[in-house]
């Protein structure tokens, strides 16, 4: 299975930026499409940005302009440039693996909350 660990969550003022990082460790990162979603209390998770095995992304109307995701294979890690943060950012932020024929795969999550 594979494990995944997200990072650089926090609190920062609206207009300001973050950066996420899931790393993941187990099995072959670069055979995983990725994705970042997350869940504000009281709402249900909703998908933020994924990008498939080959580099291709596709984003939320929500984050588009504001936020990046990218992957290294190379280390084996995701993440999330989010850049002019909302307060209505504020969530937990939280990674995904999948490939076929497998369960998918999440991270344990990790805070951002954006004051205005």
């Known amino acids: 299975q594979v494990q995944l660990v997200e990072s650089g969550g926090g609190l920062v003022q609206a207009g300001g930026s973050l950066r996420l990082s899931c790393a993941a460790s187990g099995r072959t990162f670069s055979n995983y499409a990725m994705g970042w979603f997350r869940q504000a209390p009281g709402k249900e998770r909703e998908l933020v940005a994924d990008?498939?095995?080959?580099?291709?992304?596709k984003y939320a109307d929500f984050v588009k302009g504001r936020f990046i995701i990218s992957r290294d294979n190379a280390k084996n890690t995701l993440y999330l440039q989010m850049n002019d943060l909302k307060p209505e950012d504020t969530a937990v932020y939280y990674c995904?693996?999948?490939?076929?024929?497998?369960?998918?795969?999440w991270g344990q999550g990790t805070q951002v909350t954006v004051s205005p």
């Open positions: 990008i498939t095995r080959g580099g291709s992304t």
């Open positions: 995904k693996g999948e490939r076929p024929f497998d369960l998918p795969y």
